[in-house]
Nanobody, 121 residues
């Protein structure tokens, strides 16, 4: 099986920064696309940022210019650097990865357990 372990969440003041990380572990052949989603109480989960296996990135409009997604393929890890944080960024952040568990298809979509990010003064 595959596990995605997240870390880096916490409480931060508006304007502050946090860096989230998510490492894939277990038995698999490769990790392809990875991304970060978030879900605030009473709201649906939304895509925050995504990075392909080739390193192409995309961002949701509310975080453009403030967040940066990156990955370290040798460590099977994806990061989310969050700067200039706002109260509206408060949510549970979930790591997501598309994983090829063997050398041949199919691949599977996995989710991390979620890490709380709270932006408050």
């Amino acid at each position: 099986q595959v596990q995605l372990v997240e870390s880096g969440g916490g409480l931060v003041q508006p304007g502050g920064s946090l860096r989230l990380s998510c490492a894939a572990s277990g038995s698999f052949f490769s990790v392809n696309a990875m991304g970060w989603y978030r879900q605030a109480p009473g709201k649906e989960r939304e895509l925050v940022a995504r990075i392909t296996g080739g390193g192409r990135t995309s961002y949701a409009d509310p975080v453009k210019g403030r967040f940066t997604i990156s990955r370290d393929n040798a460590k099977n890890t994806v990061y989310l650097q969050m700067n200039s944080l706002k109260p509206e960024d408060t949510a549970v952040y979930y790591c997501n990865a598309v994983v090829l568990v063997a050398s041949t298809p199919p691949d599977y979509r996995y989710w991390g357990q979620g890490t709380q990010v709270t932006v408050s003064s």
